[in-house]
T-cell receptor, first 114, second 113 residues
Framework: SQQGEEDPQALSIQEGENATMNCSYK?????LQWYRQNSGRGLVHLIL?????REKHSGRLRVTLDTSKKSSSLLITASRAADTASYFC??????????????FGQGTILTVHP | DAGVIQSPRHEVTEMGQEVTLRCKPI?????LFWYRQTMMRGLELLIY????????DSGMPEDRFSAKMPNASFSTLKIQPSEPRDSAVYFC???????????FGPGTRLLVL
């Protein structure tokens, strides 16, 4: 079963608005990452947050992590049409022997209308 | 920096044929991952290698799938014989062994008729 479950499955907003995507997972993690995928392309790493961190920023991105709730959120502020893409969370499970193995969620499709 | 290179970018084949997908990781990276992406199942890890050694192949769907990494700069994923349900986009990704960030190639879009 998928480690990460994203919500919502699809999000449609206007340029300039903020976009928030959520990710829930099931087991303890070392870190959680967010990736972006433009249509027909490979995934691109956006940001990583470790299990002992609660919030992280990178440009217009803000990621939060709540390990007690096993959930994370990705906030994109002042969205642009170019932010239109699918966004995936990926978890690196703690305590395993398969170091570096990521499990990806189903993704949120974000559409930003100009 | 060339990034992860995959070939071919598109492959159309008939059921029963052998398919070989190729990947060249980023120079200096020592972990390599093969993923499959479909609408129904999302992004699934098939197999990954550390220092050319297969570490976890639990995601390989069945014996028709095999992967090799003969050296640090090349890996193949082979499907023999191919079936229509193998139609998907196959991604290769690489990373440094102690760096959690993975760098993805552009993918190979496979259609098995």
């Amino acid at each position: 079963s998928q480690q990460g479950e994203e919500d919502p499955q699809a999000l449609s907003i206007q340029e300039g608005e903020n976009a928030t995507m959520n990710c829930s997972y099931k087991t303890s993690i070392n870190n959680l990452q967010w990736y972006r995928q433009n249509s027909g392309r490979g995934l691109v790493h956006l940001i990583l947050i470790r299990s002992n961190e609660r919030e992280k920023h990178s440009g217009r991105l803000r990621v939060t992590l709540d390990t007690s709730k096993k959930s994370s959120s990705l906030l994109i502020t002042a969205s642009r049409a170019a932010d239109t893409a699918s966004y995936f969370c990926a978890t690196d499970a703690a305590g395993g022997t398969s170091y570096g193995k990521l499990t990806f969620g189903q993704g949120t499709i974000l559409t930003v209308h100009p | 920096d060339a990034g992860v290179i995959q070939s071919p970018r598109h492959e159309v084949t008939e059921m029963g044929q052998e398919v070989t997908l190729r990947c060249k990781p980023i120079s200096g990276h020592n972990s390599l991952f093969w993923y499959r992406q479909t609408m129904m199942r999302g992004l699934e890890l098939l197999i990954y290698f550390n220092n050319n050694v297969p570490i976890d192949d639990s995601g390989m769907p069945e014996d028709r799938f095999s992967a090799k990494m003969p050296n640090a700069s090349f890996s193949t994923l082979k499907i023999q014989p191919s079936e229509p349900r193998d139609s998907a986009v196959y991604f290769c990704a690489s990373s440094l062994l102690r760096d959690e960030t993975q760098y993805f190639g552009p993918g190979t879009r496979l259609l098995v008729l």
